[in-house]
């Protein structure tokens, strides 16, 4: 109500003034447009590579060439990028508008920090975005935040080890357990896999099985113990190795230091390969299919503060960023994956041979299991540790203790 009041007041006092104006104005003199007032939108982000930095300043500069009178200011937030925010969050110093990974999307939507974003949407539009990564940003019905590109898993390979093992892509459990025995030769291993459950969640999906239902946890049940045996077993076979027990720091070194023949990882590996193991030829292919497809996407919104000042400007900033014009700059840089349906057929025919990572939207989910996401993945990351290491029996009796973890 206050605000209104002031829009009538200042209403009233424009339509008084002009009225004055146009009294003493002297026959072939012009009144000057009052301009329209600029208004600076901050942008928090985090360090990225110079390619990266490169593409948002571009489509910066793009939106400030056709929204002359928003200035966005770029804010790189250093170090720990989540706790930076939150303590800006509560001195309320945070910037208008900031990158959001799924990840952590629940804690800050269910604090309430971050504004809805419905009522400045065309629904028709929202409809382009890739459905499952609009809901990872979703809560009672309501968008949070406008995902800007993603990434979902692979298998990267080196295309030598296949040709001389005579190995093809492999397509289902049981080729991909072939292929990794086949390669697993001359000080070798067919594959490096992380015990982590960013890696092997996957394979829990495609077995049938699921993570949670809303916050509550659903991971313990036979389905999902059936992927967890499976990844696990081509470690105990000796068809795969974990990064650490190569001397290397993650499955791209292993892969890039030629001592595994496959590893599961995301378009990250693109630019990595490059720098790391230029000499290493390497193809990309989906994850093999268990009893259905399954994958995780990585995916980071644009949110806006409640605390702006500026929500109609801000929201401005957040649509264009991505929009059909910035993500088609996404999809030509090759850097992610747009998140706009209408734009991923730009990305594959520009990168054919990325094909894959596009078409691991099958049956994926975000990287996010609801409320309890932290506590979901602690538990998840200890039973992939006891299972490896034999502290339970299988499968199904570790998910049914980080269920117990967990509080469920």
Same mark, same amino acid.
């Given at each position: 109500?206050?605000?209104?009041?002031?829009?009538?007041?200042?209403?009233?006092?424009?339509?008084?003034?002009?009225?004055?104006?146009?009294?003493?104005?002297?026959?072939?003199?012009?009144?000057?447009?009052?301009?329209?007032?600029?208004?600076?939108?901050?942008?928090?982000?985090?360090?990225?590579?110079?390619?990266?930095?490169?593409?948002?300043?571009?489509?910066?500069?793009?939106?400030?060439?056709?929204?002359?009178?928003?200035?966005?200011?770029?804010?790189?937030?250093? !170090? %720990?990028?989540?706790?930076?925010?939150?303590?800006?969050?509560?001195?309320?110093?945070?910037? /208008?508008?900031?990158?959001? /990974?799924?990840?952590?999307?629940?804690?800050?939507?269910?604090?309430?920090?971050?504004?809805?974003?419905?009522?400045?949407?065309?629904?028709? %539009?929202?409809?382009?975005?890739?459905?499952?990564?609009?809901?990872?940003?979703?809560?009672?019905? $309501?968008?949070?935040?406008?995902? =800007?590109?993603?990434?979902?898993?692979?298998?990267?390979?080196?295309?030598?080890?296949?040709?001389?093992? @005579?190995?093809?892509?492999?397509?289902?459990?049981?080729?991909?357990?072939?292929? #990794?025995?086949?390669?697993?030769?001359?000080?070798?291993? !067919?594959?490096?896999?992380?015990? /982590?459950?960013?890696?092997?969640?996957?394979?829990?999906?495609?077995?049938?099985? =699921?993570?949670?239902? @809303?916050?509550?946890?659903?991971?313990?049940?036979?389905?999902?113990?059936? *992927?967890?045996?499976?990844?696990?077993?081509?470690?105990?076979? *000796?068809?795969?190795?974990?990064?650490?027990?190569?001397?290397?720091?993650?499955?791209?070194?292993?892969? #890039?230091?030629?001592?595994?023949?496959?590893?599961?990882? !995301?378009?990250?590996?693109?630019?990595? &390969?490059?720098?790391?193991?230029?000499?290493?030829?390497?193809?990309?292919?989906?994850?093999?299919? @268990?009893? $259905?497809? *399954?994958?995780?996407?990585?995916?980071?919104?644009?949110?806006?503060?409640?605390?702006?000042?500026? $929500?109609?400007?801000?929201?401005?900033?957040?649509?264009?960023?991505?929009? =059909?014009? #910035?993500?088609?700059?996404?999809?030509?840089? *090759?850097? #992610?994956?747009?998140?706009?349906?209408?734009?991923?057929?730009?990305?594959?025919?520009?990168?054919?041979?990325?094909?894959?990572?596009?078409?691991?939207?099958?049956?994926?989910?975000?990287?996010?299991?609801?409320?309890?996401?932290?506590?979901? &993945?602690?538990?998840?990351?200890?039973?992939?540790?006891?299972?490896?290491?034999?502290?339970?029996? /299988? !499968?199904?009796?570790?998910?049914?203790?980080?269920?117990?973890?967990?509080?469920?």
């Amino acid at each position: 109500m206050k605000f209104k009041r002031f829009v009538a007041t200042a209403t009233a006092l424009l339509i008084t003034t002009s009225l004055f104006v146009g009294c003493g104005k002297k026959e072939g003199q012009t009144t000057e447009q009052p301009k329209e007032e600029k208004v600076t939108i901050t942008l928090g982000c985090w360090g990225s590579s110079p390619a990266e930095t490169q593409l948002l300043d571009d489509q910066i500069k793009k939106f400030e060439e056709t929204h002359p009178n928003i200035k966005i200011e770029k804010q790189v937030i250093t !170090g %720990d990028y989540n706790q930076a925010l939150q303590a800006k969050i509560a001195s309320k110093t945070e910037p /208008d508008v900031y990158y959001l /990974d799924v990840f952590q999307a629940p804690a800050y939507i269910s604090k309430g920090v971050v504004e809805p974003l419905d009522s400045y949407l065309d629904m028709e %539009d929202v409809k382009d975005f890739e459905e499952f990564l609009i809901e990872g940003f979703k809560k009672d019905g $309501k968008i949070y935040g406008l995902p =800007k590109d993603f990434n979902s898993l692979a298998i990267f390979y080196n295309k030598d080890m296949f040709e001389k093992a @005579g190995v093809k892509e492999p397509t289902t459990w049981a080729e991909l357990e072939e292929a #990794a025995k086949k390669l697993t030769k001359d000080g070798v291993y !067919g594959m490096s896999l992380s015990a /982590d459950a960013a890696r092997f969640i996957p394979f829990m999906l495609q077995a049938g099985g =699921k993570i949670n239902e @809303g916050d509550a946890v659903a991971f313990n049940t036979q389905e999902a113990a059936k *992927g967890l045996d499976f990844y696990f077993s081509l470690i105990k076979k *000796g068809y795969a190795k974990q990064p650490k027990d190569l001397g290397e720091g993650w499955n791209g070194d292993a892969l #890039a230091h030629k001592k595994v023949a496959m590893a599961i990882e !995301g378009g990250w590996m693109i630019p990595f &390969m490059k720098d790391a193991g230029p000499d290493v030829k390497y193809g990309i292919t989906k994850l093999p299919k @268990g009893d $259905k497809e *399954g994958n995780l996407a990585f995916t980071v919104a644009y949110a806006m503060s409640v605390n702006s000042k500026h $929500k109609k400007e801000a929201a401005e900033v957040i649509k264009f960023l991505t929009g =059909k014009e #910035a993500l088609k700059m996404v999809a030509e840089s *090759g850097l #992610a994956i747009p998140s706009r349906k209408s734009m991923e057929q730009l990305y594959t025919e520009k990168y054919p041979e990325r094909t894959s990572l596009v078409e691991g939207t099958k049956g994926a989910q975000v990287f996010q299991f609801g409320a309890n996401t932290t506590k979901i &993945m602690d538990a998840l990351n200890k039973a992939g540790e006891k299972l490896l290491f034999n502290k339970v029996n /299988d !499968g199904k009796a570790a998910l049914d203790e980080a269920a117990k973890e967990v509080g469920q």
